[in-house]
């Protein structure tokens, strides 16, 4: 079953080092989102980063991969700088509030993982997102 895990994470793994993920209580961590052509966090995002802090304090062994995404072109260069701005961005945001930075990767996606397919401003403003993966050092 860990293996199944591991192959299905295995893709957002790119520069996360020796680190295995696996699945975390209390589950993945909630996304933020970023406004169009922005790396900066919302203010209402913040709630959400405070809680992933909180949290990550508390479990001292957990390690966090950070995943950027932008709503542009997948195998755009731009995007792929906006998505790892946006993952540094949350990891910033997190090591401010106290996690300390060596738990945290980040990694790159551009616009290449959608989590909406659809050419709408919503489905747009779904995939301008930071997403979090837990896992525990090997």
Known sequence: VILAVLAL???SLAGFGNRAV???APGP???VYFAGGTTE??????G???AHAVWLRGEGKRIVLIEGHSDG????VFSREVGEQRAKSAKAYLVSKGVVSDRITTVSHGGGRPACGEKTPTCRALNRRATFSMGVPP
């Open 9 to 11: 994470v295995a893709p």
């Open 73 to 76: 072109p997948g195998d755009s």
């Open 29 to 31: 961590l909630s996304s």
């Open 22 to 24: 696996a699945p975390a």
């Open 41 to 46: 966090i919302r203010p209402r995002d913040m």
């Open 48 to 50: 959400i980063l405070d």
